[in-house]
Structure formats: C-alpha cells, structure tokens
C-alpha cells in the first residue's frame, strides 16, 4: 500500500534563509510523486512534480526537490525563503498501478518571518 | 477563467439535511475525482470519474454520498442526512492522463458547516 509521511508538521524560517521540507514515502511500484501548495482561502496549486525523468525536479517559484529511492524520500527545498512561501504544503503520491486517487500527507505548515 | 470551479463555496446546514455540490471541470480534462479535507489534514479521496463512469470509489464514500457525472462533463456530490461529522471541505480535480502522468487540477473547494 502506498503512503506518505511528512517528518514535519510545522517549520519555520526566516526570511533570506533556505527552506527544507521532508517527506518520506511508501509505495510497492514506481511512484509518482508530488508537492503541492495551499495558500488560506485558495485551492491547491501543483508546485512540481516526479514521474521518473530525473531525479532532481524543479518547480515554481525557485521550489526543487529530489527523489532519493534509496531513502525513499522526495523533500522539498528552495535556496532562499520569501514571505509569500508561507502555507500549508502536502507531499503526494500516486501510482499508476494502484488506481488514479493522490495520496496526501498530513502537511507541513511554513512560516516565514521577516 | 479555465480553471476547476465549484459551487457554493461556502454551506451552512442543519443536521439531517440533504445538500448537493456541484464541480465543472476543466473543459477537455475526461476525469473528475472528489475528496474531502478535514482541519488539520491532507486531503482525502472519495471517488473518481472517467467520463461519466464512476470507476473507483473510497470506502469513506458511506451509503448517505452519491456522486454523479451525467454528461461526463460537470459532477454532483450529493450528501443526504448530513451529520456533524460530515463537515470539511470538498474538493474537485479533474485531470486528462498524458504521457503516463496523471496531474490532478483542484478547484477552490466548497466548505461544508453541519451544526
């Protein structure tokens, strides 16, 4: 069975510093594997996406991440932090041979300060 | 705006009521999933549309939820007898596969408030 764990429910940064967000993943096929973000009182954006081409994906808003298969982990980074980047983030799986549903991590809060 | 849309956004009900919410897909997507999102958590999935099939359904989805999606286009999500439990927010996606990948589009959501 496939899910995710994000090893963080909340983190917070200071503005100008790097962003680090983890997630480990469970998954018995080749996974597809997600970030998405959600702003308060907005739907959730995709901020990139794993679907095996490369390891290290980049996404937007200076957002990257890598999967590591080895330690089944895809966390999520960005170099520097900016107040915008404050919201709720889900790490996401899917598998392609386990049907079509995303699975969703519980989410990780960010907090930017100036 | 080509995006997902659903409607209301907001619904207040009384326990026991029924209350049905719609979601419009983006115009060429063929498959449309619903899932519920609770305070606090990701979100989670109730079912999922190709077309106007009904494919897959979660066992979250109880008897008192029907989904509909009659012209394969825009879907319902009816809850009949709402309980207190049943209040989250509901989201729609919609997704047409491409190349192996299956990303999902979400709409804003429709937050359901069951006193």
């Known amino acids: 069975a496939q899910s995710v764990t994000q090893l963080d429910s909340h983190v917070s940064v200071s503005e100008g510093t790097p962003v680090l967000l983890r997630c480990n993943y469970s998954?018995?096929?080749?996974?597809?594997l997600f970030w998405y973000v959600q702003h308060p009182n907005k739907g959730l954006q995709l901020l990139l996406k794993y679907t095996s081409a490369a390891t290290l994906v980049k996404g937007i808003n200076g957002f990257e991440a890598e999967f590591k298969k080895s330690e089944t982990s895809f966390h999520l980074t960005k170099p520097s932090a900016h107040m915008s980047d404050a919201a709720e983030y889900f790490c996401?799986?899917?598998?392609?041979?386990?049907?079509?549903?995303?699975?969703f991590g519980k989410g990780t809060t960010l907090s930017v300060s100036s | 705006d080509t995006g997902v849309s659903q409607d209301p956004r907001h619904k207040i009900t009384k326990r026991g009521q029924n209350v049905t919410f719609r979601c419009d897909p983006i115009?060429?997507?063929?498959?449309l999933y619903w899932y519920r999102q609770t305070l606090g958590q990701g979100p989670e999935f109730l079912t999922y549309?190709?077309?106007?099939?009904?494919?897959?359904k979660s066992r979250l989805l109880s008897d008192r939820f029907s989904a509909e999606r009659p012209k394969g286009s825009f879907s319902t999500l009816e809850i009949q007898r709402t309980e207190q439990g049943d209040s989250a927010m509901y989201l729609c996606?919609?997704?047409?596969?491409?190349?192996?990948?299956?990303?999902?589009?979400f709409g804003p959501g429709t937050r359901l408030t069951v006193l």
């Open positions: 996401v799986v899917s598998e392609a041979q386990a049907g079509t549903a995303l699975i």
């Open positions: 998954s018995s096929y080749s996974p597809s």
């Open positions: 996606a919609s997704s047409i596969p491409r190349d192996g990948i299956n990303e999902q589009f």
């Open positions: 549309f190709q077309n106007e099939a009904q494919l897959e």
């Open positions: 115009s060429e997507h063929n498959r």
